[in-house]
């Protein structure tokens, strides 16, 4: 039986793309700079890589500030200065949430039935203050953020110190929740959690990871818990 549900933030409960791209767009904006549609794809593929060396140890968060929007500069053949669009993109987006589609309906049903905790890799002022600009935080038990805990989605030592907390939670009876197969699906399998994958672009199911439920909106989620 589940009684400890965790969840990841961005594009889980909250849009983190959309977010990102508004924010951006006011950066650049700040810059003087032209925003087009062919900036936000080359921002994915060159934050998706670098998040993916954060959970694999290779890089710091630190290190991806310093050099996530001079590389994607590079690629664009942008003349500008990363480290200040860091800075401002930062800026913006701490105070522009958008929650994802069905977030507070899926909380407000999990609340009064289980534990319900948010697990995030995503730097710690950043997250507190987008969650402080939402109505979900009423509805949420505890909030475990990796810059914190000192360890990151998917190590064991960040599970250690999440369940170090949960005086009443076990692996055995919890879940967690989120669109990161590398973070949150194959790090909770390997804890012993039951895992749930957030799929909403319908992306093909790998069969090399071990995967309790696959569900393309929130709303499904209840019929899982």
Known sequence: MIKTVFLDIDNTLLDFNECANVSAQKAFRDL???YHEGVFPVFTEENDKLWLKIEDGTI???ELHRVRWQLIFDRLQ?????ILMEK?????IKESPVL???ALELLTYLSPRYTVCLASNAPEQQQLKRLAHTPIL???DHIFLSEALGAAKPEKAF??????QLSDASPETSIIIGDSLTADIIGGAGYG???CWFNPNHLLTPTDCQIDYVVHTLAEIKDIL
Do not use: Q, S
């Not at 599970?159 to 170090?164: G, H, I």
């Open 32 to 34: 003087n700079l032209t």
């Open 60 to 62: 710091t968060r630190e």
């Open 78 to 82: 942008i003349d500008a200065d990363g």
């Open 88 to 92: 401002l993109f930062l800026d913006y």
């Open 100 to 102: 994802m589609a069905g």
């Open 138 to 140: 009423p509805l949420v």
């Open 159 to 164: 599970w250690d110190a999440c369940f170090a």
């Open 193 to 195: 959690l039951k895992t």
